[in-house]
Every structure is written in C-alpha cells, then in structure tokens.
C-alpha cells in the first residue's frame, strides 16, 4: 500500500526559506510523477509543483514558480519541494502527491496523497 508523510512544515517569517520533504513508500516509484499541492484556509487545494521520476517533465503553478523547486532524490522515493522568498499568501496546508504514470501534462488529479503538513507565513 502506498504511504505518502510530509515532513518540513513550520512557521517562518516572510522572505524565509523552508524545505518540504515527501517520504514515500508501499511501491516502486519509477514510472510516476510526484508532486505537492496546498490548501488554503478557506480555499480550494491547488496545484504548487510536479515532477516525473526521469525528472524530464517538470511544473510550477505561476503562484510559486521562481522561488519553488522541486526534486527527487535517486532511489525515487522522496521528493522535496524547496520553497524560497515565502510570502504570507503561501500559507496552506501542504499536501505530496504521486501518480502511477509518467505524465507529460499537468496533472489535475493525484491517486495518492500525503496527509499534510503546515506551513505558515508571518508578515
């Protein structure tokens, strides 16, 4: 069975850095596109960022793009999502994602989800 647990999360003042990570296992990852999505307060959960397990395909909501980056480590089964210049509008509940497919599109759906982890950003 395939677990997802978010780690990094945590209150940080405007301007500072913080980096999620995605620790996954219960399957082979080669093959799927990883990714992390936020919700808001009050807001519907949107997409941040994906990647595929070649790293040949990447994407960045226009939100983040710039000061995000995404990345997987070689055995594929963590991926982090380096968040740089955070602003107070990035505080959400940060959510990894994977998709047993190599996708060259933009995903909208997510199979497997993470629980979530928190990020707050002070002004």
């Known amino acids: 069975q395939v677990q997802l647990v978010e780690s990094g999360g945590g209150l940080v003042q405007a301007g500072g850095s913080l980096r999620l990570s995605c620790a996954a296992s219960?399957?082979?990852?080669?093959?799927?596109?990883l990714g992390w999505s936020r919700q808001a307060p009050g807001k519907e959960r949107e997409f941040v960022s994906q990647?595929?397990?070649?790293?040949?395909?990447?994407y960045y909501a226009d939100s983040v793009n710039g000061r995000f980056s995404i990345s997987i480590n070689n055995g594929r089964t963590t991926w982090y999502l380096q968040m740089d210049t955070l602003k107070p509008e990035d505080t959400a509940v940060y959510y990894c994602?994977?998709?047993?497919?190599?996708?060259?599109?933009?995903?909208?759906?997510?199979?497997?989800w993470g629980q979530g982890t928190q990020v707050t950003v002070s002004s």
């Open positions: 990647i595929t397990w070649n790293r040949d395909s990447i």
């Open positions: 994602t994977a998709e047993p497919r190599t996708a060259t599109d933009r995903l909208s759906t997510w199979k497997f």
């Open positions: 219960g399957a082979t990852f080669w093959g799927y596109t």
